[in-house]
Nanobody, 119 residues
Framework: QVQLVESGGGLVQAGGSLRLSCAAS????????MGWFRQAPGKEREFVAG?????????YLDSVQGRFTISRVNDKNTTVYLQMNSLKPEDTAVYYC???????????WGQGTQVTVSS
């Protein structure tokens, strides 16, 4: 089992920045990759950013490329961050942290943190 706890969401004006954090605990030795997803009201959950734990390779949703940065800390505290800059109202959503023990699926999810961007 892996437990994920997100923090850092909130209300920000368009053009502002937020940094989300996700602290992982439990069987974190199984971590292959971690990611951030988001779900806006009335829409499906979508992939935002991901990072491979061993080599740090990253990938991003096209609409956040150049504005968002995913990073990791892999010491005794397994933590992944999502730095979000130049936020837009369309970035408003609940953001979820996800853990993958495999390259093919994400197997554990956090409870989500609300990000609201006002125009």
């Amino acid at each position: 089992q892996v437990q994920l706890v997100e923090s850092g969401g909130g209300l920000v004006q368009a053009g502002g920045s937020l940094r989300l954090s996700c602290a992982a605990s439990g069987r974190t030795f199984s971590t292959t990759r971690m990611g951030w997803f988001r779900q806006a009201p009335g829409k499906e959950r979508e992939f935002v950013a991901g990072i491979y734990w061993r080599d740090g390779r990253t990938s991003y949703l096209d609409s956040v490329q150049g504005r968002f940065t995913i990073s990791r800390v892999n010491d005794k505290n397994t933590t992944v961050y999502l730095q979000m800059n130049s936020l837009k109202p369309e970035d408003t959503a609940v953001y979820y942290c996800a853990h993958g023990s495999s390259s093919y699926y994400y197997d554990y999810w956090g409870q989500g943190t609300q990000v609201t961007v006002s125009s």
